[in-house]
């Protein structure tokens, strides 16, 4: 009988475990007795803290969220496999000033809990200013592009490299100050990633 080198036993284990389908917990945003903010999956009261209130919704927001009731549903779980799904999710996010959502393309890897939680308070604030528009961040630290030679050495063909994050513009409650937030770009299996 063939046995599978122990290399190959652990990536194999872990592609049969991707098949079985993974749980989205939802994230909710608690006040603690103290006054301070505390993220968690599970309830508040559970934890002796209260729901923090959440703002009333946009009518872009309600329309997003009655489009599910339609049968085609806006929100695909998984992760954005492309830049445009991913700049849908965080547009979405914000119309529908959802933070939880905006979290949910965020990359957590490595991160503690003090910075966590810093991390979705500033996620929070973003899905609460007005969106104007999202722009690509190029990498200025070598060439934007490299040319591919052609017949006679005359360059016929440009390959861009892809962004290293986005900018967002938006302005602040009152609709007139700007605001501007830079999201670094990461691509982790497969899947486009945001960062602050």
Not at 25 to 44: F, H, I, N, S
Not at 62 to 85: F, M
Request: hydrophobic share 40%.
């Amino acid at each position: 009988m063939a046995t599978l080198p122990r290399r190959l036993a652990l990536p194999l284990a872990l592609l049969a475990f991707a098949g079985i389908g993974v749980a989205h917990a939802q994230v909710r945003k608690c006040v603690m007795p103290d006054g301070k903010p505390l993220y968690t999956d599970q309830k508040c009261e559970a934890l002796g803290a209260t729901e923090f209130p959440t703002a009333p919704t946009t009518t872009r927001a309600r329309e997003a969220a009655t489009a599910g009731n339609t049968g085609s549903s806006l929100y695909r779980p998984g992760c954005s496999h492309t830049l445009q799904d991913l700049v849908f999710e965080i547009t979405t996010a914000i119309d529908a000033q959802d933070p939880n959502r905006l979290s949910g393309i965020y990359d957590w890897g490595g991160m503690s809990d003090a910075a966590a939680n810093a991390a979705m308070d500033r996620l929070d604030a973003i899905v609460h200013r007005p969106l104007l528009d999202i722009s690509p961040i190029e990498d200025t630290s070598g060439a934007d592009t490299a040319i591919l030679p052609g017949p006679d050495d005359v360059p016929r063909t440009t390959a861009r490299r892809p962004p290293v994050g986005l900018r967002l513009e938006q302005t602040q409650a009152n609709g007139i100050t700007p605001s501007r937030t830079s999201l670094a770009l990461r691509r982790r299996y497969g899947c486009w990633w945001i960062a602050l």
